[in-house]
Nanobody
Framework: QLQLVESGGGLVQPGGSLRLSCVASGENFNYYAIGWFRQAPGKEREGVSCISGVDSGTYYADSVKGRFTISRDNAKNTAYLQMSSLKPEDTGVYYC?????????????????WGQGSQVTVSS
């Protein structure tokens, strides 16, 4: 029912900022919770943030709290992840995902649809 396409990744210096976009094609985008995940080389995929499709409540991993902001524009079928004060440990492939029945935002298997991923590299 949904296809997700990410954009906005790239190379940024520590302390810099970057905004990722996730554009959805399909119906009922506003019903889905949208999560952002990342995977660094040699590490497991981890949940970064999520925004609810019910009340737009937001959730963040402790490691990014205060630095990252998730948002959505339902009229544009788009979700965003604004990343600030970036650190080298933020480096990885970032994925957006959509799920109708997400309970724990950081659990990958609770999301039904996934984007292709976008590389974010934080390095000096």
């Amino acid at each position: 029912q949904l296809q997700l396409v990410e954009s906005g990744g790239g190379l940024v210096q520590p302390g810099g900022s970057l905004r990722l976009s996730c554009v959805a094609s399909g119906e009922n985008f506003n019903y889905y919770a949208i999560g952002w995940f990342r995977q660094a080389p040699g590490k497991e995929r981890e949940g970064v943030s999520c925004i609810s499709g019910v009340d737009s409540g937001t959730y963040y991993a402790d490691s990014v709290k205060g630095r990252f902001t998730i948002s959505r524009d339902n009229a544009k079928n788009t979700a965003y992840l604004q990343m600030s004060s970036l650190k080298p440990e933020d480096t990885g492939v970032y994925y957006c995902a959509a799920g109708l029945y997400v309970v724990e935002f950081s659990e990958s298997d609770e999301y039904e649809y996934w984007g292709q991923g976008s590389q974010v590299t934080v390095s000096s």
